[in-house]
């Protein structure tokens, strides 16, 4: 008996402390109750400067006008895209957090002290009081300043633009201020908590986000003494970096993923060299590896960026040029719906069939899930975690509870040949798993690993009953998002998520040994909340 897994990520709610990062429903809440405070203050602003002031104290005018609903977030998104367009923008996400934990207790605190009528509104009170906003931890303000940092390093992308708004080729409303850049950089050098369980203090990434902090701070005009501190603070963080150098290329060693400790020299000195004339010497080195493979993580990163893998052509042959086509496999009810088949690799296979699921079915699957959703966990020597390698929620959907989902199943039935809706009341029978549903928020990112069960205990249900391992795995996309791909680091390929089309691989070779070759990681996605559905 073997089942068979099915991906696919969806999003759902249900609000845990030091969770609230990873939970799109939960920060799109606190957005609009964050909303409606700043709005009891700018209307009792209006007549009282003591709370004009307080207001422009803390808050920049592009802020404000976005908080008090004179311009949306980002053009049409509420109306575009409802709850997810408040939290699509990862920029968006990380000022609400660094608000509520920095600068909120200030403003709190500069309220209370002020005694002048009419008093401070109720929708302020109530909003300096929820419970939903005293669960807000220091965890959470690290969780999105990494979901920042890993769509950076991932897509390549300069801290200075990000602070712009800019993410990719996506110009975005957002905006980071200097101060903001600074807290960023205070969690990669100071922070005690690391991005990956084995690493340093990241250095090379400190420097970086360093270097948007002091361009920024030279465009703002901001005071002479906070600039000269982070110019300081840059030249103790290269002497540092030097001082703990390690040749991250020695003998292809791993590199830390997503930790970025060490450029890939030292500076010796030479306070002029910047980040990215670091990151070009970077780029130089890894071209003399161009026919090898490079350490995982760099590979991971560079599968999701799309660029072509010269090692990859060794891992995956093809006896064909056709890339597309639609097929009914001689069966009378794909005639009606026949497969769109795209071959991302033929040997392995790994194939995208497109336009699954109708965009109507979608919404209900999500709307199901929605009271679901829990911080997904990673398996290890001392039992489940939560773990950065997978910021992921999810929850559990049964056939039972949406008519379609059976019919979803008798389709992939008919495409992939074989069995994954329930045949048999045997409880013990089983064909495939529950569908898994969950949710990336922005920067969302599941490390390279396999579907499939490496021991013999994980291969029994509850009642220590042979279940089998997972033969295949078939990943339904619900969504449209910048970035996010599944990268196959052992093939070399992306697949890109588009919304009602999904992906399907093989776990086993036909003897039931794991096929190592489909190792695959979910990518770090840019813009947008990635959802998708695993059985």
């Known amino acids: 008996k073997f089942s068979i897994i099915v991906l696919i990520f969806v999003l759902i709610e249900q609000i845990q402390s030091s969770d609230l990062f990873s939970n799109p429903i939960a920060i799109s809440r606190i957005v609009k109750e964050e909303k409606l405070f700043f709005q009891s203050l700018y209307d009792i602003s209006q007549d009282n400067p003591i709370y004009f002031n307080l207001l422009n104290k803390y808050l920049n005018k592009n802020t404000l006008e976005s908080l008090i609903g004179t311009q949306s977030q980002e053009k049409n998104e509420d109306e575009a895209y409802g709850i997810e367009g408040l939290v699509a923008n990862p920029l968006h996400v990380f000022s609400l957090f660094y608000r509520i934990l920095i600068l909120l207790p200030i403003i709190s605190k500069e309220l209370n002290e002020i005694k002048k009528e009419p008093g401070i509104p109720q929708e302020t009170k109530d909003f300096l009081d929820s419970p939903q906003i005293k669960d807000i931890s220091q965890d959470d303000l690290v969780g999105v300043t990494f979901a920042l940092i890993r769509i950076q390093q991932a897509y390549e992308l300069d801290p200075y633009d990000m602070a712009m708004g800019r993410l990719g080729t996506r110009q975005t409303n957002a905006r980071l201020s200097a101060e903001e850049l600074y807290e960023i950089v205070k969690i990669l050098y100071y922070g005690s908590d690391r991005t990956y369980y084995s690493s340093g203090i990241e250095y090379a990434l400190a420097i970086t986000w360093l270097e948007g902090v002091i361009r920024l701070s030279f465009e703002d005009d901001l005071q002479d003494v906070f600039i000269e501190e982070i110019k300081t603070l840059l030249l103790e ?51 003399k590896f161009s026919n090898q493979r490079s350490p995982w993580g760099r590979d991971f990163f560079s599968i999701c960026r799309g660029e072509e893998q010269k090692w990859a052509k060794r891992a995956s042959s093809s006896s064909s040029d056709q890339r597309c086509y639609v097929k009914h496999f001689s069966n009378p009810f794909l005639l009606l719906q026949p497969a769109k088949i795209e071959i991302l690799n033929e040997n392995p296979t790994l194939v995208q069939i497109h336009d699954v699921v109708p965009f109507s079915w979608i919404d209900k699957i999500k709307e199901l899930s929605i009271n679901k959703i829990v911080r997904a966990q990673v398996a290890a020597d001392e039992g489940n975690k939560k773990s950065y390698d997978r910021t992921q929620s999810n929850a559990w959907l049964q056939n039972s509870e949406y008519p379609n989902l059976p019919k979803i199943s008798k389709y992939f039935e008919k495409v992939t040949h074989l069995s994954i809706s329930k045949l048999f009341n045997d409880g013990s029978m089983v064909e495939s798993e529950t569908y898994q549903i969950g949710v990336y928020s922005p920067g969302g990112v599941y490390l390279p690993h396999m579907d499939t069960f490496n021991t013999d205990n994980e291969l029994v249900n509850y009642e220590n009953e042979f279940i089998g391992n997972r033969i295949a795995t078939l990943m339904l996309y619900l969504s449209n998002v910048d970035g996010g791909g599944t990268a196959f680091t052992e093939l070399g390929k992306v697949a890109y998520p588009k919304m009602g089309s999904s992906v399907f691989w093989f776990n086993l070779f036909s003897d039931g040994e794991i096929d190592t070759h489909l190792t695959h990681g979910a990518c770090p996605t840019m813009y947008g909340i990635k959802w998708g559905r695993i059985s």
């Open 237 to 287: 963080i290269q002497d540092e970096h030097d001082k703990h150098f390690q040749e991250p290329w020695t003998g292809q060693s791993l590199l830390q993923y997503p930790n970025e400790e060490f450029f890939v020299q030292r500076f010796n000195g030479n306070r002029d060299m910047t980040s990215k004339e670091m990151r070009k010497l970077e780029k130089e080195t890894v071209n």
